[in-house]
């Protein structure tokens, strides 16, 4: 029974959500509308308990001072300080910090008053610690794009020849051809013709031919869950 109550279950719901696709009834909506709920729910506990465990992993790794233990209680420092600051915020503990505009100067209402930021440390987190840590990581990885480019792009083949061709003229279709280089206004005419065809005939195409292929994939996959044939997520 352990294994056939969740199957089932996988089952009714998975058909009472498609029933709510096809079906006008008010009472197919309102029971699709629940099970929704419920799924919110779910995933809320399932994250709840991702961070349990995540916090049991690093604190074991820091008892035993793993290699990688001050990263570990660094992620436990972040993790607790900005859910306490938010809970904080949430409730109004913390004194409301004022909009300020460029020049550091508190943005005014309509009555004279100046006006303040909900959640202004959370914010201030996000846009000067996160951001620029996620830009950086970005920045970091387009060399590790471009290292991966040179290699894909070597024309051995008939098919690297022409992936070669097709970045080459996106690339110049890109980038503006300097006024010194000889022909350089029929160069960036024609580059910007061809970039433009290329990104909206072919590869538009091939991006449709993926999305409708994995579209189908995940068809057969739902299918094959509510049918109870696929049973992965009882870790079978």
């Not at 969740?6 to 096809?22: N, Q």
């Not at 994250?47 to 465990?53: D, E, P, S, T």
């Amino acid at each position: 029974m352990k294994r056939e109550i969740p199957i089932l279950l996988t089952i009714l719901c998975g058909l009472a959500i498609t029933w709510s696709f096809f079906s006008p009834a008010p009472a197919s909506r309102a029971v699709n509308d629940e099970l929704l709920a419920w799924g919110t729910v779910f995933f809320s506990v399932a994250f709840l308990l991702g961070i349990g465990n995540l916090v049991r992993i690093s604190l074991k790794q820091i008892s035993t001072r793993h290699p990688d233990w001050p990263y570990k209680a660094l992620l436990l420092f972040v993790l607790f300080g900005y859910m306490g600051i938010g809970m904080l915020e949430i409730h109004e503990v913390l004194d409301p910090i004022p909009n300020l505009d460029a020049t550091g100067a508190a943005i005014l209402g309509p009555d004279g008053q100046p006006t303040f930021a909900a959640n202004a440390r959370r914010d201030w987190i996000y846009e000067r610690i996160f951001q620029p840590l996620q830009a950086t990581m970005f920045s970091l990885l387009a060399f590790y794009i471009a290292s991966a480019a040179f290699r894909a792009f070597r024309a051995r083949s008939l098919e690297a020849t022409l992936l070669l061709t097709a970045g080459a003229m996106v690339m110049i279709g890109q980038v503006p051809i300097p006024p010194w280089i000889p022909g350089a206004e029929f160069i960036g005419e024609y580059s910007v013709r061809i970039q433009g065809f290329l990104m909206a005939y072919v590869n538009a195409a091939g991006q449709k031919a993926i999305i409708m292929g994995a579209a189908l994939g995940t068809l057969a996959t739902g299918l094959r869950i509510v049918l109870g044939i696929e049973r992965s997520y009882l870790s079978e």
